[in-house]
């Protein structure tokens, strides 16, 4: 199919090309034809019709869009945005000039100018930004069959019909009600008298990470967004949250691999760009690792007396990295899911020192057997090294499995303290346990 559809469009068969195109799934559509030339796609989003092109045009990544939209005369770019929800069309406003996006909106309809005017207004990342203005509601004292016939009217330009919701006369909220439950009800019937308190709802500020953690905790489609009156401004759908859960969980790998944060696809990104993320963080990491060389240096009389100590020392650093990890990763995960609390403090830590004991415990006994059988070393030193990956081990956890519950307790990201931040903490503690048990051992 993409190979026809490129031939079609490679000989101008635009007759053709437009029967092909209107029968292709909306999804399937923007897949085929995302990585054509944006001059291209403009003459193909000329063929389709408008509720068709707008719902490929929310499917293309979002800079394939925004290319799009600039190419496009400011009338028919003013048309499409018509066409889109008002959240997607604010998230394609976001990143461009501003120049550009006044002479789109002034080629919009007033309502769709007033509607994404508000949403621009929100902060970034609340859940004011991300709502829809397009929803379903009723007055408390309408009749089902009125609801229907509101239904009939304005249904097809709402972002979902599926949930309702009642409002009274100063359009506070007061119940919500599934379409399903207004069809079986007799016509006559007040809309208030079937709908449901609706007692989950998002308030404009809030931030979004919490909103989709109602969807996940209620297992919501949809979610009314209030005013601090509680007066309904829009909803949240479920396509949205799924967005906000990617993007927070590329962010919370990116800074987990001590990458700055970016929107942007890698392939969009240049190499410029990916310098930027990536050299603060670097040159972060090696400054706090001169400690380990510090540690190293005060020690180096020590170290000269019993070479052997040295060969030691990366298995400890890699180990304790090791460690430290496995304890920060799961902790990080158990607070994104909400498994864990702050209040979970101590809890936590008890369970992370009792593993942490039976890991280093086993490393340890392994080790110490290694050192024996193997590497023929003295009991002694084996024994430093044995005690040293115990005692490197219960500290990496603790501090891995504790740092990230601190960091949100101060409202830092705990994604922040994973990997190598822990990384960096627990080398020098490896190497200063090390060096002081080797010390009081062996006499150094």
């Not at 604010?90 to 461009?96: A, G, H, N, P, S």
């Not at 990366?314 to 902790?331: E, K, R």
């Not at 990956?389 to 409202?411: C, D, E, R």
């Not at 627990?426 to 190497?431: E, F, G, P, R, Y």
């Amino acid at each position: 199919m993409e190979n026809k559809i490129l031939e079609l469009i490679k000989n101008e068969d635009y007759i053709n090309l437009k029967k092909e195109l209107v029968d292709i799934n909306e999804y399937d559509l923007a897949e085929i034809i995302g990585n054509l030339e944006p001059s291209v796609l403009v003459k193909i989003f000329r063929l389709l019709p408008k509720t068709i092109a707008a719902e490929v045009f929310v499917n293309l990544p979002i800079e394939t869009a925004q290319e799009i939209i600039t190419l496009m005369s400011v009338k028919d770019a003013g048309a499409m945005i018509d066409e889109l929800a008002s959240d997607d069309a604010t998230d394609l406003f976001d990143e461009m000039p501003a120049n550009v996006v006044t002479k789109i909106l002034a080629n919009t309809t007033k309502e769709t100018r007033r509607d994404i005017n508000d949403l621009l207004k929100y902060p970034e990342d609340s859940a004011g930004s991300i709502m829809t203005v397009e929803y379903l509601d009723f007055k408390e004292n309408m009749t089902i069959q009125k609801c229907i016939d509101k239904i009939r009217r304005d249904g097809a330009d709402k972002e979902t019909i599926n949930n309702c919701y009642v409002l009274d006369n100063k359009r506070k909220l007061l119940g919500s009600v599934e379409i399903k439950d207004i069809l079986l009800s007799e016509p006559d019937t007040l809309i208030s008298e079937i709908m449901e308190d609706q007692e989950i709802y998002a308030e404009t500020l809030e931030d979004q990470e919490l909103v989709a953690d109602k969807f996940k905790k209620y297992d919501l489609l949809a979610i009314p967004v209030v005013d601090s009156e509680r007066r309904m401004v829009g909803i949240i759908t479920v396509d949205d949250i799924v967005d906000i859960m990617e993007e927070e969980t590329n962010e919370d790998i990116a800074k987990m691999a001590a990458i700055t944060p970016s929107d942007k696809p890698y392939l969009s990104q240049s190499v410029w760009e990916i310098w930027k993320t990536r050299i603060p963080w670097l040159l972060l990491l090696m400054i706090s690792a001169t400690f380990t060389s510090m540690i190293i240096q005060k020690y180096e009389a020590a170290l000269a007396t019993m070479v052997i100590l040295t060969s030691y020392i990366p298995m400890f650093m890699d180990t304790a990295g090791n460690a430290g990890s496995q304890s920060s990763v799961t902790i990080i995960r158990s607070l994104a899911v909400n498994e864990i609390v702050f209040k979970d403090f101590f809890k936590v830590l008890w369970k992370e020192l009792l593993i942490s004991f039976l890991c280093g415990f086993v490393l340890a006994g392994c080790n110490f057997l290694k050192l024996l059988l193997l590497d023929k070393v003295g009991v002694m030193v084996a024994l430093v090294v044995a005690l040293t990956l115990l005692v490197t081990v219960i500290f990496a956890k603790v501090i891995g499995s504790t740092l990230p519950l601190i960091a949100k307790k101060v409202g830092f990201d705990p994604a922040v303290m994973a990997s190598p931040f822990i990384t960096t903490i627990v080398d020098a503690i490896a190497l200063v346990v090390y060096f002081n048990i080797a010390t009081m051992l062996l006499g150094l």
